[in-house]
């Protein structure tokens, strides 16, 4: 059975910050792995798609890694803003199994 | 494109009624999962559609099902309602002919209180 875990459960830093938020799989046969944020009482936004081919995707300033062999992912934000405030979320979609998240709070 | 929409936004129901919640994907998706998030248990997998077949079932008991129409929009239903129902419950659209691999697009959510 697959299990995400993602550490640390919350976050905070000054803004300006580059930050590292980490996720572990236990099966290493993850296929396709997600990053999302969510906003208190909302949806899910997604936020980058890792396919099991690809090391790394890229939008603006985040970057999602993916290492199998490890059981690894990380999303790394960087210059943070207050706007950047959100939870967290990854997910290994072979499973549609979900972390529990990274709270993260940027001070202005 | 419109995004996923989920009617209705909110829900009130007391202990022992019945509910139903609505999910229109993203149009051309044929795949719609529904979750259930709460404080305590965090985001977990209820079941998935595609092409009006459940493909997948999370742990959840018998009071929770669903059902999908030829025009894929999906609805999920829970009887007997019970406290611990009360949560934000999500679905999810994916393109492609298979759910598990395919980007994840999430509607708004229904917040269900049930008294």
């Known amino acids: 059975k697959q299990e995400v875990t993602q550490i640390p459960a919350a976050l905070s830093v000054p803004e300006g910050e580059n930050l590292v938020l980490n996720c572990s799989f236990t099966d290493s046969a993850i296929y396709n792995l997600q990053w999302f944020r969510q906003d208190p009482g909302k949806g899910l936004t997604s936020l980058l798609l890792i396919q099991s081919s690809q090391r790394e995707q890229t939008s603006g300033r985040l970057n999602a890694s993916l290492d199998k062999s490890s059981g690894r992912s990380t999303l790394y934000i960087a210059a943070s803003q207050p706007g950047d405030s959100a939870t967290y979320l990854c997910a290994s979609l072979r499973a549609l199994t979900f972390g529990s998240g990274t709270r993260l709070q940027v001070q202005p | 494109k419109a995004g996923v929409t989920q009617t209705p936004r909110y829900l009130i129901k007391t202990r022992g009624q019945q509910v139903t919640l609505s999910c229109s994907p993203i149009?051309?998706?044929?795949?719609v999962s529904w979750y259930q998030q709460t404080p305590g248990q965090g985001l977990q997998f209820l079941f998935e559609y595609f092409s009006e077949t459940q493909r997948n079932k999370g742990n959840f008991p018998g009071r929770f099902s669903g059902r999908q129409f030829s025009n894929s929009r999906s609805e999920m239903n829970v009887s007997t309602l019970e406290l611990g129902d009360s949560a934000l419950y999500l679905c999810?659209?994916?393109?492609?002919?298979?759910?598990?691999?395919?980007?994840?697009?999430f509607g708004p959510g229904t917040r269900l209180t049930v008294l």
């Open positions: 999810a659209s994916s393109p492609g002919s298979s759910g598990y691999y395919n980007e994840q697009f």
């Open positions: 149009s051309g998706h044929r795949s």
